[in-house]
């Protein structure tokens, strides 16, 4: 009975094995399949995670983007009242500690005269600058003021600019600036200065993108963007001649423009010119304390003559005016 079952184990013994194998790959691929499915499972969890940590992000991201416009609107909102409280105590005190004068004297013409030959013109700053009090010389008809501007420090002066720059943005003067610029009728050789180049324009660049040669600087602020163009002070002028010099919305912000336009004469090479426009050749925008002179009626030739220039065109169209000048 022993050699039977020997017998029938030597015999059954492959089969058992092939069995046992076929068992065992059956349950491996089974638990392959249930290993698949598992992965396929935590990849739909992973993915299903990622998208709500995206979702997550981006909520997290557009929190702090409005947190930080709100802090940036706040920090504007804040600065407005302070630019406006600091300008209503400067004209508290001068109404408290104002001595009324018999004569004034004309920052242009020079002229001194009774004050009230002096025709005056009042209105409001709408950034801030409360009360605007300007005069019109009897004698070479500019509008100049108000007085507490003159009264600034060029220190104090430059931070009143910049705390208006933080706050406020000035239009896209972008198309006055090239119609100046071309008043010139510039060479393709020359070489140009955009006097008072802001943040508020892309003249500079435009006309660089055109093959013209020019070059931007910007007394208060920021220039339109940095640039091997870019002069960032007046000393880097010093060495430079230009063959012209365009301005837009530039006379009026001067103190001494007569002073102003005199200086920049070295700055020209000979037989070259100046173009400056504003709407300023008459008594317009007149609501912000910046501008402080207006050149309406003989004014502009006063100006021309007392800065050693000449008009040699002057164009009216529409609200942009502009006067080309050359050394007298």
Known sequence: MSKLASAVNRVLAPLNIALTRRTTLQNTRIQLFTAQSQMSAL???????????????????????GAIDTIAASHKELLRH?????????????????????????????????????KPYVTNCIFGGGLLKRY???????????????????AELSQDYEWHYKVYEEGDSTEAELRAFHSLNPRRDGVYL????????????????????????????????????????EAQMQHNQFDGIFSNNVLEHFRQPANDLHRMLAWLKPGAQMAHATPCFEYLFEYT??????????????????AGLKIESFEVYGMFLNAVYSPA
């Open 82 to 118: 302070q630019i406006a409280n600091r300008w209503s105590v400067v004209d508290a005190v001068e109404r408290a500690t104002a001595v009324a004068s018999d004569y004034r004297t004309c920052p242009l013409c020079e002229t001194t005269g009774k004050a009230e030959t002096f």
């Open 136 to 154: 019109q010389c009897p004698a070479c008809d500019v509008i100049f003021g108000p007085d507490k501007m003159f009264e600034l420090s060029p």
């Open 194 to 233: 955009n006097y008072g180049a802001g943040s508020w324009s892309r003249t500079v660049p435009l006309l660089r993108e055109q093959g013209w040669n020019v070059f931007a600087y910007e007394p208060h602020g920021s220039a339109a963007t940095d640039g091997e163009w870019l002069i960032s002070s």
């Open 43 to 65: 990849r739909s969890e992973i993915d299903r995670a990622n998208v709500e940590l995206q979702g997550l992000k981006e909520s997290l991201e557009a929190r702090q983007a």
């Open 289 to 306: 304390r910046f501008h402080l002179f207006f050149f309406p009626g003989r004014s502009r030739e006063v100006l021309a003559r007392r």
